[in-house]
């Protein structure tokens, strides 16, 4: 399970053209089976907690109920029960509410630069898991937020920076173990963030970054370009390239596409793109929207083409990204009213900082219900990743990532003080 | 239902008309100072003093810009001739204190280290969006002061987040001198130390020269006074002996006060304890420099310190020296053990209120960390809603000497209100209307940035005609070939 | 001692040595210490060296002399000559081409300049013996040698220099990222041709240097464990942390020098390494890192917990093994190159001094205000 993903990734890199040298790479007739044999057993899991139980005087199930004075008990780290009406036990950890763990589809934990390929700017089949660091603190501070599943992308400095990887924020430390095997995840940005680093060159290029795009339409372009050229190379082998197959999944609606678009012309760019697609037959991209501050102006052509959006963290003045995008406080109110599937994020705010809990906050200051609140931080984001069967409820059967609270979720005068992950007591509330 | 008579309604048009050719999104502000004797009233669902028991149907009678009666509405009779704010759906809460901040300046430093002449009153900005926020966030009293980055810094003033010029908006004028301990950008710690304490050691000169002079019958101070045009009449022509808690200039009493150079006057205001003193520490080792500079020139008593968030680490040095404290900063601090490697998470305020320091909190943005917001988050740490609540509101009022003034709703205190549309520290409720001194300044309803800001109103003639766009035929036909079947 | 004086000045007039001891062709040498360290963890009390032709022919304690040999007696400890798993010494701006991220068949023998400063300040604390890397900053930098400190290359292909880790990254040329780095890595491994073919094989060992954190640290191990790698890590002041991983992949360790704030972890490293077993040696890096700190290294860890003989190991048999040139230096054994060092004390004590090296037999360093030897 843990191997056929990383056999996959060998697979592919072993069909790679050469990506530096000058001499070219023989390649075999057929691909072989990669070289080298794991020498080592799979990683073990996280070693589940024995028989946890915890009383709640509400809990937030999620799926549309509110249980009173419920009893959840833990089992090999999933819910095995949550009966409502009772009363606590003695020596029962005891807390006032209980939501299923937040998720965070961009909470950004990537390594900076370290994280994004830009020798060239569409990179599709590269996956950040090589470079996330499960020591890094950011994960533990998040956990203490309540947030326990997070999706890790490739810092969007690239058209297209590759896979995501989706990870609950505490577990083994050994990402292939930690990974959470959902809807594969394609990540790239439209905007003017991929071309940011780039120019034309002027005088003497010095280095790689003298190249296209430099405009948004030079980002527009190079995507288009993804797509055309993936759907040649399956027609015509020798225009194979690395990644191809990716956007061809991603065309078949098999591999999500999530862009970053912040500002309204971008999301329309996304969308078009998408339609461009359709028309031309090509296939029907499942288009999520990260950051899209601005789907408050054009609802209407997200309805059209079903796309998700995650929003990013609201701010006092309304702008907010680097391309001076203004984000209206009742944005996901007026997005789930057209039944748009909306999630929040809160961009890796540590505890202290408007956290996840908050954002939910935010967004029912301007108009959300409570109920919609909790969906756009638990069910939808966990409907994004296809890990609905495990994640963002509470019920029997689901995961044990629980997020313990000392009063109302998302009221400012409340917060998390407990956490499971796994049926682990990640933070402790007493 | 809002009772409003038609003088206020003539008065909003002028003003609108006024305000809206020259300020763009103002049109909340509503008319101008109260006149002595005006009366106005308001009527809330609850009324919550923070004196007391909350008051359900509450009534608060304001005269003159003073509350004169808070009571229930069967207690308290409403004036005849009161213009009535009647809002039973609403709760009344006394105006939040801002017990320090440096906005609404046009630049919050000065670049002279040391530069106590210099006086807030000159850089305030009246229509800066900085006290349109406070409205919105139910600030009403505020302590203007230099920034942090300056050695000795500006006379700071108390202000109300109301008024077209500096005088309309004042409250308290010499609200206290700003120093700062944490080293000016630049500057080292031991430089920053030495300046400071060159600053009292320069006074202390300067008074003994004065006295020399006198002894000696030189009137080059006097001589300089005229010059410098400063004014010699009446008590400024009269001399004081020196009175303060530290050191002392013997036959003070023979230089008129008029004649203390107007550069070194703030510094000796400051000495005699006439002024507080509002010190910045940017680390727990500048509480020290700042208590002893403070101790050795007799001001302790009038000090407040305003903190950064790594300052809890000096709380038993502050709770022995006995000050309060303004924390200026995050309210969590996340440090990691070098040895352990474990991170600690510290909730600020949680050590101050368990070593009975009095600490104030100060806002960081307008919304999302404004003065309700962290005062939420205390509670979410534990506290219990009326130690938050009196972080924002009675704390910050004793800490600038506006005890009763400011922050309650009494009998004697400002007319300072607020009226929420629930629990102020509620993510959900919303500022609905300001009153100060017993003006109706802020109406959310008209506040065209904040349904900006919530509801994302679009321009007109801007809504999407999104589309599909038209593609050609052959472009299609083209592509098909290149590119894959379906 | 005085009796022993009256010797050493009669054995002078005897033999027509010159004034400085050297074995030149067919002249041979002995020296007596008051404590010889053989490098395998024994110590023999007053034990006498004789070598010639640069070669060891004698070790032991009452090793015969042969006649005719001049005998140095010296008051101190002997050891075999101290050896760096990871030094820049004289080749720094030479060794390093950052204009391409993979210099597979790059050869560092080229870089080395044995008359150089640095590398005749590594004599001066007793390095006769040490692995000239690339500085990181390739993804592959090239062929490390083994040379003998003022002298010639002894190995050419000790190890093939890899840097897995952000450390191989820049950001204006493939690969910026760490997945690209990891790509790059796993098609060059996975289609083995030239020097990859034969680390793959097992015949040309790594020098993995995985970067400073634990992630990366793990990265590299499950790296070489994936291709049948064989080698040492470097780089990292975790590598202690790992020390069962690294075992059970089979590798080696070359330690990072102390410095005050990642100390702690390197002593305590060293400590867990060696209760694990896995073979280590110390990196130097100079001229970054003063040639002194590869003894004030091991004598830190010593002060943690380290053996002291494991220790001395380290810094010469050990290390000498781990670069595959244990058959010819790293201790005093009859058949080795005679490259010793003669000290005021323990080796590993940071109070004693170093007062002569030889090299191959040739007295290459003296003390200034030494007191021993025949030509006061």
Redesign the interface.
């Known amino acids: 399970m843990i191997w056929t993903s990383f056999l996959h990734?060998?697979c592919l890199?072993?069909c790679?053209p050469?990506?530096?040298?000058a001499v070219v790479?023989e390649q075999p007739q057929e691909p072989e089976a990669?070289?080298?044999q794991?020498?080592?057993a799979p990683v073990v899991p996280v070693v589940p907690a024995a028989d946890l139980r915890l009383h709640a005087e509400r809990v937030y199930t999620g799926t549309g109920e509110i249980l009173k004075n419920a009893l959840i008990e833990v089992r090999d780290g999933k819910i095995s029960s949550v009966r409502p009406g009772r009363s606590a036990p003695e020596g029962v950890l005891q807390v006032k509410a209980v939501t299923a763990g937040m998720i965070d589809l961009s909470a950004r934990l990537h390594?900076n630069?370290?994280?994004?390929?830009?020798?060239t700017e569409v990179?599709p089949?590269?996956?950040?898991?090589?470079?996330?660091?499960?020591?890094d603190k950011r994960f533990a501070r998040l956990a203490r937020t309540g947030v326990t599943t997070v999706l890790v992308n490739?810092l969007d400095r690239n058209v297209i920076g590759?896979r995501g990887v989706a990870l609950k924020t505490h577990g083994p430390?050994?990402v292939e173990a930690r990974r959470l095997n959902g809807r594969p995840i394609l990540r790239g940005a439209i905007g003017s963030e991929p071309s940011a680093a780039n120019h034309a060159a002027f005088g003497r290029p010095?280095?790689?970054?003298s190249r296209r795009p430099t405009t948004r339409m030079g980002v527009e372009w190079e995507w288009r370009k993804a797509f055309f050229d993936a759907v040649a190379a399956k027609r015509l082998p020798e225009k194979d390239f690395p990644g191809a197959e990716d956007l061809r999944e991603a065309l078949a609606g098999k591999r999500t596409v999530m862009i970053q678009a912040w500002t309204t012309q971008d999301i329309r760019t996304a969308v078009y793109l998408d339609e461009e697609m359709q028309r031309e037959g090509f296939g029907d991209l499942d288009l999520v929207i990260d950051a899209g501050a601005e789907a408050w102006k054009e609802p209407g052509i997200l309805v059209r083409n079903s796309t998700i959006v995650v929003l990013p963290p609201h701010t006092a003045g309304g702008r907010v990204g680097s391309d001076g995008a203004f984000l209206a406080w009742n944005t996901a109110s007026l997005l789930v009213g057209e039944g748009l599937t909306v999630c929040l994020s809160a961009h890796g705010a540590g505890p202290g900082s408007a956290t996840l809990g908050h954002q939910a906050g935010f967004a029912m200051r301007g108009g959300l219900s409570f109920d919609q609140a909790l969906a756009a931080v638990t069910s939808a984001p966990a409907s994004v990743l296809g890990l609905s069967e495990r994640l963002g409820t509470v019920h029997e059967g689901m995961d044990a990532d629980l997020a313990l609270w000392n009063g109302r979720p998302f009221a400012a005068t409340s917060r998390v003080t407990g956490v499971l992950i796994d049926g682990v007591i990640v933070v402790d509330p007493r | 239902m809002i009772q409003q008579s038609t003088r206020l309604l003539q008065r909003i048009a002028q003003t609108h008309l006024a305000l809206t050719l020259g300020l763009l999104g103002c049109s909340f502000l509503l008319s101008a100072q109260a006149e002595a004797g005006e009366k106005y009233a308001v009527r809330a669902g609850i009324v919550h003093t923070l004196a007391g028991e909350a008051i359900p149907n509450g009534v608060i009678v304001i005269e003159g810009g003073r509350i004169t009666a808070v009571g229930s509405a069967d207690d308290v009779k409403i004036p005849w001739d009161a213009e009535v704010l009647d809002v039973p759906h609403l709760e009344a809460y006394p105006g939040f204190v801002e017990a320090h901040t440096s906005s609404g300046m046009d630049r919050p430093n000065e670049s002279v280290s040391v530069a106590p002449f210099l006086n807030v009153r000159d850089s305030i900005d009246p229509v800066a969006f900085y006290f349109e926020d406070c409205l919105r966030s139910g600030i009403t009293t505020v302590n203007v002061q230099q920034g942090n980055a300056c050695i000795i810094g500006a006379v700071g003033m108390v202000v109300k987040p109301h008024g077209m010029t500096v005088e309309e908006m004042l409250v308290r004028p010499r609200a206290g001198l700003k120093i700062s301990a944490a080293p000016k950008s630049g500057m080292s710690r031991a430089t920053q130390a030495q300046t400071l304490r060159g600053a009292f050691t320069g006074l202390r000169l300067h008074l003994e020269d004065l006295v020399q002079q006198k002894r000696t019958g030189n009137d080059f101070s006097r001589r300089e006074a005229l010059y410098q045009g400063r004014d010699l009449a009446g008590e400024r022509g009269k001399g004081r002996a020196m009175m303060s808690k530290g050191w002392t200039v013997e036959g003070l009493e023979l230089v008129p006060r008029g004649e203390v150079d107007e550069k070194q006057e703030p510094l000796l205001d400051l000495v005699e304890g006439r002024v507080p003193a509002w010190i910045y520490c940017g680390a727990p080792m500048d509480v020290r420099l700042a208590l002893e500079i403070a101790s050795d020139n007799g001001f302790l008593e009038r000090t407040i310190l305003v903190l950064d968030d790594s300052c809890w680490k000096a709380a038993d040095l502050i709770a022995e020296a006995g000050v309060s404290v303004v924390l200026d900063s995050t309210l969590v601090r996340t440090e990691m053990d070098p040895?352990t490697e474990e991170e600690e998470e510290v909730f600020i305020p949680g050590v101050f209120k368990d070593k009975g320091i009095p600490f104030a909190l100060s806002s960081r943005n307008s919304t999302t960390e404004s003065l309700w917001f962290q005062a939420a988050m205390c509670v979410a740490h534990g506290f219990t809603r009326a130690e938050a609540l009196a972080a924002v509101t009675t704390t910050p009022a004793n800490i600038l000497g506006l005890e009763g003034e400011v922050g309650c709703l009494c009998p004697g205190a400002a007319g300072n209100v607020l009226l929420t549309s629930g629990d102020p520290l509620s993510v959900t409720s919303f500022v609905e209307y300001v009153v100060i001194d017993g003006n109706l300044v802020y109406d959310r309803s008209v506040d065209i940035r904040t349904q900006h800001l919530l509801e994302g109103v679009v321009p007109e003639g801007t809504e999407s005609h999104a589309e599909e766009p038209e593609v050609e035929e052959d472009t299609r036909k083209k592509a098909g070939d290149e590119g894959g079947s379906r | 001692m005085h009796t022993n004086a009256l010797l050493l000045a009669s054995l002078a007039f005897v033999a027509s040595a010159p004034t400085s001891a050297s074995s030149s062709e067919g002249d041979a040498l002995a020296i007596r210490a008051e404590k010889l360290h053989v490098g395998d963890g024994t110590v023999i009390e007053n034990g006498i060296v004789v070598f010639e032709a640069g070669v060891i022919t004698e070790v032991g304690k009452g090793a015969p002399v042969p006649k005719g040999v001049v005998l140095i007696e010296h008051a101190g400890h002997l050891s075999a000559g101290l050896i760096a798993l990871r030094e820049h010494a004289g080749a720094v701006g030479e060794s390093n081409d950052s204009t391409?991220?993979?210099m597979d068949e790059a050869d560092l023998s080229y870089a080395y300049r044995p008359n150089h400063s640095e590398v005749q300040g590594l004599l001066a604390e007793g390095i006769t013996t040490f692995v000239l890397a690339p500085r990181p900053g390739s993804l592959v930098g090239g062929l490390c040698a083994v040379a003998k400190t003022g002298s010639e290359v002894i190995s050419r292909r000790a190890y093939l220099s890899i840097c897995t880790g952000?450390n191989g990254?820049t950001?204006?040329?493939?690969?910026?990222?760490?997945?690209?780095s990891?790509?790059?890595l796993?098609?060059r491994?996975?289609?083995?041709?030239g020097v990859f073919a034969t680390a793959?094989k097992g015949e040309l060992p790594v020098m993995l240097d995985g970067g400073s954190?634990?992630?990366?640290v793990?990265?590299a191990i499950a790296f070489a464990?994936?291709?049948?790698l064989k080698g040492i890590l470097v780089g990292s002041t975790r590598l202690g942390e790992m020390a069962a991983k690294i075992r059970?992949a089979g590798l080696g360790v070359a330690l990072s020098s102390y410095s005050p704030s990642t100390g702690?972890r390197v002593v305590e490293g060293a400590v867990a390494l060696a209760e694990m077993q896995v073979p280590f040696g110390f990196a130097l890096g100079s001229p970054n890192n003063h040639p002194a700190n590869l003894r004030l290294t091991a004598a830190a860890c010593i002060r943690g917990g380290l053996k002291s003989g494991e220790a001395l190991k380290a810094l010469t048999s050990t290390a000498a093994r781990l670069a595959g040139v244990g058959d010819k230096v790293g201790s005093i054994q009859v058949g080795l190159a005679a490259d010793m060092v003669l000290w005021s004390g323990e080796p590993t004590d940071p109070g004693s001094r170093v007062m002569a090296v030889y090299v191959d037999g040739d007295e290459v360093f003296r003390a200034e205000d030494d007191e021993n030897g025949d030509d006061k």
């Open positions: 990734a060998a890199t072993l790679a050469p990506l530096q040298d790479v990669p070289k080298a794991p020498a080592v390594s630069f370290n994280s994004v390929e830009q020798s990179q089949h590269l996956d950040v898991a090589g470079s996330v660091d499960l020591h490739p590759g430390m050994e010095t280095d790689f970054y | 040895k | 391409r991220a993979v952000a990254l950001s204006n040329r493939f690969p910026t990222s760490l997945q690209g990891q790509a790059e796993e098609r491994f996975s289609w083995p041709r793959v954190s634990r992630t990366e793990q990265h464990r994936r291709h049948g059970a702690r």
